[in-house]
């Protein structure tokens, strides 16, 4: 499990089969350019797919947070609540 604590004291866990979206701005819009779990549950092993996972959870959900502009948790696309990934203030494994 990987622990997100962001500027304001706000927590947030990450299991290995927790889904995360990541999106990217574009223009006044959201891409969503990313939804998977950290091992990888939806995908499908082509070579061309991002994937977070790695030996150490907590380096593929830094990586993962760093490339993209806002997250959010879950596949209710809709109404999840969206984080800005220049609020977490440190990721760490649990």
């Excluded at 996972?53 to 959900?61: E, F, L, M, S, V």
Aim: proline share 1%; net charge negative.
């Amino acid at each position: 499990m990987v622990k997100v604590t962001f500027l304001d004291g706000e927590e947030l866990i990450i299991e290995r089969d927790t889904f995360i979206n990541g999106y990217k701005a574009d223009g006044f819009y959201l891409q969503n350019v990313f939804t998977d779990t950290i091992d990888g549950h939806m995908s499908t092993g082509k070579a061309d797919e991002l994937s977070i996972a790695t030996t150490n959870p907590k380096i593929g959900i830094t990586g993962f947070i760093l490339s993209v502009d806002c997250f959010s948790i879950g596949l209710d696309h809709e109404s999840n609540k969206h984080y800005l990934s220049s609020a977490v203030k440190s990721i760490e494994n649990i």
